[in-house]
C-alpha cells in the first residue's frame, strides 16, 4: 500500500511541538522543521500523525493558552499562530476530512 494512501500529499501546519523517535520499522510520511516526525505509517494499516487535523478556532486558542510557555521557549509567537489561522483552519478541515475519509475506507 502507498505510503499517501491516507493523506496525499501536504504540509502540516506546526503549532505543537511533539518529540519522538520512529517506531520500529515505521516509514515517515511528514516532517517539519519543529517536529521531524509529524506522520509515520508502520505496516500495512497502522499510521501515526503528531499534529490536530481535528483543530478548530476553539481549540487553537485552548492550546496556545495551555501551551504558552512551550511556546514561548520555542520561540513561537502565539499572536501570529492565531492570526495565521483564519487561512489555515478552512484548509486544515477540508484535509481532516480528506484524511479521516480515507482512513474510514481502510478499516
Not at 15 to 41: E, I, K, N
Not at 65 to 72: D, N, P
Amino acid at each position: 500500500m502507498p505510503s499517501r494512501a491516507v493523506a496525499g500529499s501536504f504540509s502540516p501546519w506546526p503549532v505543537t511541538v511533539h518529540t519522538t523517535s520512529d517506531p520500529a520499522g515505521a516509514v515517515p510520511l511528514a516532517a517539519t522543521a519543529m517536529t521531524p516526525l509529524q506522520a509515520f505509517r508502520a505496516g500495512p494499516r497502522a499510521w501515526g500523525i503528531q499534529f490536530h487535523l481535528e483543530t478548530d478556532r476553539q481549540v487553537l486558542e485552548a492550546m496556545l493558552t495551555s501551551g504558552a510557555e512551550e511556546l514561548r521557549d520555542t520561540g513561537a509567537d502565539a499572536a501570529r499562530i492565531l492570526a495565521r489561522a483564519a487561512a489555515e483552519l478552512p484548509r486544515l478541515r477540508a484535509l481532516a476530512l480528506q484524511v479521516f475519509a480515507r482512513w474510514a475506507a481502510l478499516l
